[in-house]
């Protein structure tokens, strides 16, 4: 089955500076790679997504990019701000036969410093 | 759109009794929903398949007859833990796809603490 990998797990900037966390994933047959943002005891929300026929999709401050041959993609936060504060996790998905289900990296706290 | 309630948001139980857990998608209808569990600092993990009007499909290790999941309707899935322990306690939370687009959105959570 999909198995993802996500790092680093912790990611301390400074306000301003741009954050990149990278998850790589090994079924090539998935096509579907969400991004969620986790505050303490919230649920998580989709912040952007990508799907295997783009490479690259932006949406203000936020970036994902995809590179299929190597299986990886990553998001990219610029200009970060203390609200970024938070745990983000990846997943990748559209493999499983099927099924809708989502496989998710381990996370990456990411602490932005005022 | 694309919002997704869970109630209780908080629940406590004593050892032994059950919990039954309601995970609504409000202004969608969602053919299939999913059940995670999460512990302190850690990732999702997948519990269940939800599928409307068909029985779940439960992950390897674990146990169905524990976690009774119920998808009677295209806006509602339940989770029951029955016969608790605490072990148990846990964050729960419960997704809705937007079916083949693969999109996941999640209900805000269920702190079982179980004494």
């Known amino acids: 089955g999909e198995n993802v990998e996500q790092h680093p797990s912790t990611l301390s900037v400074q306000e301003g500076d741009s954050a990149v966390i990278k998850c790589t994933y090994s079924?090539?047959?998935?096509?579907?790679f969400p991004w969620y943002k986790q505050e303490l005891g919230k649920r998580p929300q989709l912040i952007i997504d990508?799907?295997?026929?783009?490479g690259e999709k932006k949406d203000q401050r936020i970036a994902v990019t995809l590179n299929k041959t190597a299986k990886h993609f990553s998001l990219h936060i610029t200009e970060t701000q203390p609200e970024d504060s938070a745990v983000y996790f990846c997943?990748?998905?559209?493999?499983?036969?099927?099924?809708?289900?989502?496989?998710f990296g381990k996370g990456t706290k990411l602490t932005v410093n005022p | 759109g694309a919002v997704v309630s869970q109630h209780p948001s908080r629940v406590i139980c004593k050892s032994g009794t059950s919990v039954k857990i309601e995970c609504r998608s409000l202004?969608?209808?969602?053919?299939?929903m999913f059940w995670y569990r999460q512990f302190p600092k850690q990732s999702l993990m997948l519990m269940a398949t939800?599928?409307?009007?068909?029985?779940?499909?439960?992950e390897q290790g674990v146990e169905k007859d524990k976690f009774l999941i119920n998808h009677a309707s295209l806006t509602l899935s339940t989770l029951t833990v029955t016969s608790a322990h605490p072990e148990d306690s846990s964050f729960y939370i419960c997704?809705?796809?937007?079916?083949?687009?693969?999109?996941?959105?999640f209900g805000p959570g269920t702190r079982l603490t179980v004494t």
């Open positions: 997704s809705a796809s937007l079916g083949s687009t693969y999109e996941q959105y």
């Open positions: 079924d090539s047959a998935s096509n579907y």
């Open positions: 990508i799907r295997s026929n783009v």
């Open positions: 997943a990748a998905g559209g493999s499983q036969g099927g099924s809708e289900k989502l496989v």
């Open positions: 202004d969608f209808q969602a053919t299939t």
């Open positions: 939800s599928n409307e009007g068909s029985k779940a499909t439960y």
